[in-house]
């Protein structure tokens, strides 16, 4: 099916629906764990992971960049 698609919709399609679920689900997983353990080195990775999809997508749709 991939075959069909060309590079440019492919790209578009993981960059709007794979990235987001990547990222949320990545997010969630953090929470999960950290309710068990508290905040260990790998929760807040997994929240830094999360966060780095949401800046992409709002750096993609034109926001402003926070410093």
């Excluded at 790998?42 to 966060?51: E, H, I, M, P, Q």
């Amino acid at each position: 099916m991939w075959l069909f698609l060309t590079r440019r919709l492919r790209t578009w399609l993981i960059l709007t629906v794979v990235v987001p679920l990547a990222t949320g689900l990545l997010r969630r997983v953090g929470q999960v764990i950290e309710r068990r353990t508290g905040s260990t080195p790998v929760t807040r990775a997994l929240y830094k992971a999360g966060d780095l999809g949401d800046r992409a997508r709002s750096t993609l749709r034109g926001g402003r960049r926070r410093r």
